[in-house]
């Protein structure tokens, strides 16, 4: 069975660094095919694509936050890390992890989403 | 990047009628990888079809997906009260894999 779980603050005050981690079981990105994504949701909007990170260690990101986003994985703590820099009030949002299976491409796994607030 | 279009925006329906929603994309969609999920208020997507026409595991067959290239349908042939949520379609044959707006599918 694949869970995934966000953690991280709730509240993150505009300029700072938002630091997201999803950990997962049932699932290693030792093996061949994973990867796990970040997918966020302001309040009452549509879905937003952020990054995914493979067991090869390739990331992509969104072209129009890459120069904010970072992400990274630990595979022995089966965590992968989200870091979002200079957060601003329109960054407020559910954030949700999933996971990817490079091979038949579509996210089938979902975390339950964490919402993170901006604001001073 | 692609750009994927739904529409309508929100769906007026009543339960046993039938749904069809739409997305459209501003360019084709690399091998067909075309998703559709439900949301329901406070839930994480659901994820529903995949490859534009394969039902994920335990979705019932009253959900169907179609199309390719750059037009793409769901269909909901009869709408049962858990039905009435919000749908996306996600594009992930390309990196930004981009979601839809969302139709809400909502109760007449």
């Known amino acids: 069975q694949i869970t995934l779980k966000e953690s991280g603050p709730t509240l993150v005050k505009p300029t700072q660094t938002l630091t997201l981690t999803c950990t997962f079981s049932g699932l290693s990105l030792r093996t061949s095919g994973v990867g796990v994504g970040w997918i966020r949701q302001p309040p009452g909007k549509a879905l937003e694509w952020l990054a995914v990170i493979y067991w090869n260690d390739d990331k992509r990101y969104s072209p129009p936050l890459k120069s904010r986003l970072t992400i990274t994985k630990d595979t022995s703590k089966n965590q992968v890390v989200l870091n979002m820099t200079n957060m601003d009030p329109v960054d407020t949002a559910t954030y949700f992890c999933a996971h990817r299976d490079f091979w038949s491409g579509y996210w089938a796994y979902w975390g339950q989403g964490t919402l993170v607030t901006v604001s001073s | 990047e692609i750009v994927l279009t739904q529409s309508p925006g929100t769906l007026s329906l009543s339960p046993g009628e039938r749904a069809t929603l739409a997305c459209r994309a501003s360019?084709?969609?690399?091998?067909?990888?075309l998703a559709w999920y439900q949301q329901k208020p406070g839930q994480a997507p659901r994820l529903l079809i995949y490859?534009?026409?394969s039902r994920a595991t335990g979705i019932p067959d009253r959900f169907s997906g179609s199309g390719s290239g750059t037009d793409f349908t769901l269909t909901i042939s009869r709408l049962e009260p858990e039905d009435f949520a919000v749908y996306y379609c996600q594009q992930y044959g390309s990196s930004p894999y981009s979601f839809g707006q969302g139709t809400k599918l909502e109760i007449k």
């Open positions: 490859g534009a026409s």
């Open positions: 360019q084709s969609v690399s091998s067909n990888y």
